[in-house]
C-alpha cells in the first residue's frame, strides 16, 4: 500500500520530514476494521509528534490521527461493520496512523460516516468532535439541554481553531450557555460568529476585562484550548467561584493552580486517546461519533473543514503540516485521495 512516513524528525520544511512509502498491506485483528482511507486531516498533535528530536525511527513510521475511508474488511469477532460501511473515526496514537492507503482500527472507536457529507469534509470532524464533546459534556460535566433560557456562561479559548470550532457548535446547538469565543483577527472572528458564538473577545488584549464587561459575575465554564499558560492568570480572575477550567494543551512551564484555591475552581484534563489507550470504554466514542453523524445530518452540525490540501503525499502533508504549525489556521485542513 502507498503511504506518507517518516524515518526522521525534521522541521515541516525539510524534504525528508515526510517521505512517500510503499508499505506491505495491514491485516486486522479480531475486533479490527482494515479501511481503506479517503481523506485525513491534519491536527496539532500530528505535529507535536513530527516535532524535531534527536530520534530515528528503524522503519517508516505512518503519523495521522483523523480519517474517512470504506470498509475493506473485518476482523472475526466484529459484528457492526461490514465491507463497503463509509467510517470516520480519530484512531490511537500508541498505533499506526492513517496516512496511509488502508488502516487498522479498533471497531469499538469508530462511527458512521455522516451521510451528505464528502470524505474530505468528514475527515476533517472525528478527534476534534470527541476532544470537544468529551471536554464539554464529560470533563466539565455541562448539562445537555436547550431550553432557550441562558444559563451561566462558557469561554472557548481559540474559538477558530478546529476543537474550538466544534466546542462552540456544540455549546451554542445543545446548551443553554452564553458562549464566548476568542479569536484575534477579522476573519477568525466572523468565523467563530458563524458557528453559533454569542460573543467574541481579542485574545491578544487581557482576557478578564472584556469577559467580565459581558458577565460581570464571571463565567463558569471556560474550555482553555491554546496558549493556556500564557492566559492561565487571566482565566482565573475572569471565572466565576466554584467554576470549571478544562484544558487540553500542553503548558511548557507549570500552571500556578494555587492561585485557583480561592475561587475553589476545578481543573480538568482532557485527552481524546486516553479510552483507546487503557481500554476505558471505549465503544462511548463510537456512540459519540454517531451521535455526531446524526447531529450533521440533522443540520444542527457542520463540517469544519476549510482547505483541501489535495491527495495524500509527502509534499502536501509537509505543506499542511507548516500550515498548522502557523497557529493560523481556520477550522480543518484536510488531504483528500491519493495520486
Known amino acids: 500500500m502507498r503511504a506518507v512516513a517518516l524515518t526522521k524528525y525534521l522541521p515541516s520544511d525539510h524534504p525528508e520530514a515526510f517521505v512517500d512509502v510503499e508499505l506491505p498491506d495491514p491485516t486486522p485483528g479480531p475486533g479490527d476494521l482494515l ?28 503519523l495521522g490521527w483523523d480519517a474517512a475511508g470504506v470498509v475493506e474488511a473485518v476482523g472475526r469477532d466484529v459484528k457492526r461493520f461490514r465491507p463497503g460501511d463509509e467510517v470516520f473515526y480519530a484512531g490511537s496514537i500508541a498505533k499506526p496512523g492513517t496516512d496511509s492507503e488502508l488502516h487498522v482500527v479498533d471497531a469499538r472507536i469508530v462511527g458512521r460516516k455522516p451521510k451528505g457529507l464528502t470524505f474530505a469534509q468528514a475527515a476533517a470532524l472525528p478527534l476534534t468532535s470527541i476532544t470537544a464533546w468529551e471536554l464539554l459534556f464529560e470533563r466539565l460535566g455541562v448539562p445537555q439541554r436547550k431550553t432557550g433560557t441562558p444559563k451561566d456562561a462558557l469561554l472557548v479559548v481559540g474559538g477558530a481553531g478546529g476543537v474550538g470550532s466544534m466546542a462552540i457548535q456544540l455549546a451554542s446547538k445543545l446548551t443553554d450557555l452564553t458562549v464566548i469565543a476568542t479569536a484575534s483577527r477579522p476573519e477568525t472572528v466572523e468565523w467563530c460568529r458563524s458557528l453559533g458564538a454569542h460573543h467574541v473577545v481579542d485574545h491578544r488584549q487581557p482576557l478578564a476585562a472584556q469577559v467580565q464587561a459581558l458577565v460581570p459575575g464571571g463565567v463558569r465554564y471556560v474550555m482553555a484550548l491554546t496558549a493556556t499558560e500564557q492566559h492561565f492568570a487571566q482565566l482565573v480572575e475572569l471565572m466565576a467561584p466554584f467554576g470549571h477550567l478544562g484544558i487540553i494543551d500542553d503548558p511548557q512551564t507549570p500552571l500556578d493552580v494555587n492561585a485557583m484555591k480561592r475561587k475553589s475552581l476545578a481543573l480538568h484534563w482532557e485527552l481524546m486517546f486516553t479510552r483507546a489507550l487503557y481500554d476505558a470504554d471505549p465503544l462511548s466514542q463510537q456512540r459519540l461519533l454517531d451521535t455526531v453523524a446524526d447531529l450533521v445530518e440533522a443540520g444542527t452540525l457542520r463540517t469544519t473543514m476549510t482547505q483541501d490540501f489535495g491527495p495524500l503525499t509527502a509534499a502536501n502533508l509537509r505543506r499542511a503540516h507548516a500550515a498548522v504549525e502557523t497557529g493560523r489556521t481556520l477550522g480543518k485542513i484536510v488531504l483528500s485521495g491519493f495520486p
Open 35 to 62: 479501511v481503506r482511507v479517503r481523506a485525513v486531516s491534519v491536527n496539532p498533535v500530528d505535529v507535536k509528534v513530527r516535532a524535531p528530536k534527536d530520534k530515528v525511527e528503524a522503519s517508516p513510521r505512518v
